[in-house]
């Protein structure tokens, strides 16, 4: 039995893919290529430094007592004392000293918590120049500067 297949001349003539032939296809369409990484380039740069950060803390709080033979012996203190270091680190004394060694310490113009630090994205830069023009120049850069505190602490609640 004799199988013949139906096959061309053309088709019996090709060349097996060579690597010449793989870069020479890929050197037309190099345009298309840069032109896809740059653009996703530019989308991962303006989200990465548009979005503002987040951030999350933990504490933990070791409470010791200063004998154990005083634990033995007084077990009425015992369960108090724990809810007893709780109510002091929630005082209203201890967050007020807190806020005045922040209100003394050189950082007082850079915290979120007086208001004296606004999120600016580290992209701003680039887009001042764009705001400008496209705000026919009324916009103000001052508009968007958090306040700066010079004055001293003042325990008072609103007082100057």
Same mark, same amino acid.
């Given at each position: 039995? /004799?199988?013949?297949?139906?096959? *061309? &001349?053309s088709?019996l /003539?090709?060349a &097996?893919? #060579?690597?010449?032939? +793989? !870069? $020479?296809k890929?050197s037309?369409?190099r345009w298309w290529?840069?032109? =896809?990484?740059? !653009?996703?380039?530019?989308?991962s !740069?303006y989200?990465? @430094?548009? #979005? %503002? %950060?987040?951030?999350?803390? *933990?504490?933990?709080?070791?409470?010791e007592? *200063?004998s154990?033979?005083?634990?033995i012996?007084?077990?009425?203190?015992? /369960?108090? *004392?724990i =809810? /007893?270091?709780?109510?002091? +680190?929630?005082? $209203?004394?201890?967050?007020?000293?807190?806020?005045?060694?922040l209100?003394?310490?050189?950082k007082?113009?850079?915290?979120? +918590?007086?208001?004296t630090?606004?999120f600016?994205?580290?992209?701003q830069?680039? $887009?001042?120049?764009?705001?400008?023009l496209?705000t026919?120049?009324?916009?103000?850069e001052?508009?968007?500067k958090p &306040?700066k505190? @010079?004055? &001293? @602490?003042?325990?008072?609640?609103?007082?100057?």
């Amino acid at each position: 039995m /004799d199988v013949q297949f139906n096959q *061309t &001349p053309s088709e019996l /003539d090709t060349a &097996p893919v #060579t690597l010449k032939d +793989i !870069i $020479r296809k890929i050197s037309r369409a190099r345009w298309w290529i840069f032109v =896809s990484v740059i !653009i996703i380039l530019i989308g991962s !740069i303006y989200v990465t @430094y548009s #979005t %503002p %950060p987040e951030y999350q803390a *933990t504490v933990s709080v070791m409470i010791e007592k *200063t004998s154990k033979a005083k634990t033995i012996f007084n077990f009425s203190e015992n /369960d108090f *004392t724990i =809810s /007893d270091e709780i109510a002091v +680190i929630l005082s $209203r004394s201890v967050a007020e000293d807190v806020v005045k060694a922040l209100w003394e310490s050189n950082k007082r113009n850079r915290l979120y +918590i007086f208001g004296t630090k606004v999120f600016v994205p580290r992209g701003q830069r680039l $887009r001042r120049p764009l705001k400008k023009l496209f705000t026919l120049g009324r916009w103000n850069e001052g508009q968007s500067k958090p &306040p700066k505190y @010079y004055e &001293p @602490y003042n325990s008072e609640i609103g007082g100057k």
